[in-house]
């Protein structure tokens, strides 16, 4: 079989010379069809033959170049899908034919490259090597290649989990460096482990959580992270959720314990608790009690950073924030995919890479590139210069509710309000977002079933250390008390409680009390309950006497004007009749002695303005009299003058 397969070849060989005519130009390094008909057949019989079908090119007048490239493309397409074979000398040969460094060839070619020495790193990494093999891995181009990196990390990790925490110290020194590069590797594993844990697929489940156990380990992401872990795991009790949540602890216990004592405490308070209901399978008790043996050797066998992997120092740390239950997360899994770019931007692309490179690795530029490189950063500076001055408006909001997803977990990952208080400050809220801490808390507290004072106890202390707080849930409960009507009865009585505990303890000032103006038009049914549970958990807390003279305070008076009107006797009644109600009449004694001061006072008045009226009626009839009087008088002396006359 070999002898006629050499025959058929060289009898084809000899026919395609013969048919060619004088004037073709072969190109070096480019094989003919019959060469690659030979390769085809020969070592890769099952492999797709290179299409011949395409005419050659012919004539001196053609252009060899064109050919050149074309060639080499369908070569390249062939390697990739099973096609001809080609050796690493013509590979390299075939490349350094390649005369334009920035076509889409030669990208292919640098992505191919960049993609195998990514691979043979990462699979080469170990406690003995991994400082040499991060100063290779920085020579490589890790903004471009990021997608293969970080899947070359999750497939090494995924076939050898007992290197887990030497990929994490991996990912610790390029999160340091290159932040996108531990936030990309961050989302695809939480992915990995969202699907594993729909599919109940063990093996896969306790291997993610295991890589992200040893990244929190190494702070590249938030305790939050594992807090969410655990809680989810013990949601829903089985023997294997109980089992995986268990080598999840072993790896993450000691650093939970130090970054959030009351969370670990809490977890461990739910493996206590599952152990006593006694409903899982025996085995996995065992497992349980081995897991509080761990603990109680303090994690002796399970630290949480060996000495070698500790590479990272503090200040040089970047930690994620990153929610497990996301649904905004995505794997960006196109770039994992090669596609080339404008040859402009591949340039630029590559020089800033030499250029972040350099830095990273402390690398002086040489003295006869200092021109250029002075001119180069003389363009970087200028183009940085004209971003900064771009004003980039953002409505998405998408900060906003990164911190407000942040100060959620925050609070509900809390055990004692002291710790959620810390925790907060830590969050390094900026100016003007206080108002945010504030709403989330209100917020918090009115979804409980009943009124927890965790959430007012952490308002309590916000406002003593910061009086931007002060001032915020004072604005907090002006709206509140102008949108109570929109609130259910339940939610209503939990944010009541809420600013009572903040009056009682002088967290705030009485003076937000200005607002309130209790009369029959300013009040709503709502805006009664409202009040009336306020002063109940005041008098309760504090006890009517206190109560009484907290609001008989000369210097608090000007804010209890609306609470006790004195503008009009029908303001006067609804006020005392309100408070009788609730049953704080004894709050209104003085507002009741100003009332029948002032009907006192009116009835006196009316009985004066009555004498007076009387008095200038009877002086009106006497005066009436009198006229009567003289009038008569006239007429009578009139009559005896006439009698005299005549008698004369």
Known sequence: MGKKSSSSSSSSDSDEKAQAPKGEVQPKGVETNADQRRGGDGGQ?????????????????????????????????????????????????????????????????????????????????????????????????????????????????????????????????INSKLPEVGDLLIRRVILQFRRAYKRNDKIVTTAAIKFMAHLVNQKVVSELLALHIATLLLERVTDDSIEVCVAFMQEVGLALQELSGAGSLAIFERFRNILHEGEIDRRVQYVIEGLFEVRRKKFADYPAVVEELDLVAEEDQITHEVDLLDENIKGDEIINIFKAIPPEQYAGDEAKWKLISAEILGIEQDDDGSGSSDDSDDEETAAADARAQQKILDFTEQD?????????????????????????????????????????????????????????????????????????????FEVQFNTVHRLETNKLRNIGK????????????????????????????????????????????????????????????????GLFPRDHPKNIRFAINYFTAIGLGVLTEDLRSYLEQAQSQQAAAGRAQAAEESSSESSSSSDSDSSDSDDSSDSSDSDDSDDSSDSE
């Open 45 to 173: 019989g099952g492999r797709q033959r290179v299409d011949s079908s395409r005419p050659e090119v012919k004539g001196e007048t053609d252009d060899i170049e064109a050919y050149k490239k074309r060639k080499i493309a369908d070569l390249e397409a062939l390697g990739r899908a099973g096609g001809v074979y080609i050796p690493p000398f013509k590979l390299a040969r075939l490349q350094e034919e390649i005369e334009d460094k920035t076509s889409p060839e030669y990208q292919r070619q640098t992505w191919e490259a960049l993609r195998k020495s990514i691979n043979g790193l990462v699979n080469k990494v170990n406690t003995g090597n991994i400082k040499n093999l991060v100063e290779e891995l920085f020579q490589e181009n890790l903004v471009r290649g990021r997608g293969l990196f970080v899947r070359a990390l999750v497939r090494a990790q995924m076939a050898s989990p007992g290197f887990t925490h030497v990929f994490a110290a991996l990912v610790a020194v």
């Open 400 to 476: 906003l509710v990164n911190l407000r997803r942040s100060i959620y977990l925050v609070i509900m990952s809390s055990v004692h309000f002291e710790e959620c208080v810390h925790k907060i400050l830590k969050l390094n809220i900026a100016e003007g977002q206080e108002k945010e801490v504030c709403t989330m808390l209100i917020d918090c507290c009115a979804m409980e079933k009943m009124f927890n004072r965790f959430f007012a106890l952490q308002a309590e202390r916000l406002c003593r250390l910061n009086p931007a707080y002060q001032e915020n849930f004072l604005e907090a």
């Open 498 to 561: 809420f600013f009572s505990h903040l009056l009682y303890t002088d967290a705030l000032p009485w003076s937000l009390m200005h607002q309130i103006r209790i009369t029959e038009e300013t009040t709503t049914s709502s805006s009664r309950i409202f009040i009336k549970v306020i002063f109940q958990e005041l008098s309760e807390q504090w006890g009517v006497k206190k109560l009484v003279a907290r609001l008989k305070d000369e210097e608090q008076q000007q804010f209890f004007t």
